[in-house]
DNA sequence: AGCCAGGCACCGC
DNA sequence: GCGGTGCATGGC
């Protein structure tokens, strides 16, 4: 697929987009970014509010669009969230260029199982070997070549003792079993899309190693469910510094921001994530 | 060298 | 229920 997409975007910025924490598969190149996803390589730049998409027209509507949320108006959401107050505001205006981009339900599954107390340079090690591992080869760009990462129907052929060789660690039995559930049809996560947020967190849930922030990951990230809030440390120690001023339980921060930040949850944790591991808040 | 990292399961009370 | 602890691996 060769052609370019020009746009002018607002509210957008890639940096943002790619760092803020979302989103494991992008690497800087040149002015911009490779990404890779829907199994795809896909080279977009920036220069101000000019977006250019290395895809022709067709892919973009296809795969892009959606992906990048293009369709929402996120001055309006920003502008509603920083009437909450001034810690959020102050977020917004740091990070005003992300978006939540809509990835896919499955490898946002796998990768947030991965993230467990891990930091984000390694998640995407890990989530780069499996993908080496098991998924699609894609894409050369000289000595360099590029994986899809890897449906459930091909990690099935990994078993937990090929998973602790790739240095998984203690989470190898956690990414087996959820390959296991998808692969199968005991779990299909198309199904999640109809579902309130609720019950389609139960469902993941049920998959071991899957606990409340890791299913509320892949449900704002890969479902678009944005009253969604998952709450990790990060989140914990930005919430304690700006909204209680003392140590406070993560039930307890999860509670308040939900009923706090409202139907906009998702996108407020997002700016607040950012805003609180790039200036350390807390730490 | 020891501590900690986008948590979670499991154990004892 | 609630709090404490072990867990693989790697970076500092």
Redesign the pocket.
Known sequence: MDGSVVLTVKDFLLQHILE?????RFEPKGEGYILIAKGKLLYVNQEGDCLTLACNLQEYKDLWQSYFDMERDYGQIKLTLSEKDRHLKAAITEKHGIRLLRQEPWEMLIS??I?????????K?LIEVLSKGYGDRISQEGERVYYAFPTAEQLKKASIEDL??L????????IWEATQKVASGEINLDALEQMAYLEAREVL?S???????????VLL?AYGKYEVF???????RVIEHYYFGKDT?M?EIHTFAQSYFGDYAGFA??YL??HA?DNKIG?
């Open positions: 803020c924490g979302q989103c494991f947030f199982i993230s467990q107390t891990k930091q984000i340079p390694q998640i090690h602790r060789g240095k998984v660690g203690f989470r190898a039995p956690y849930m998959i071991k190693g899957v606990g409340q922030k890791v299913a509320d990951c990230f998952p709450t990790d440390v990060w989140v914990k339980k039930e944790q997002q994530f950012y591991r730490k």
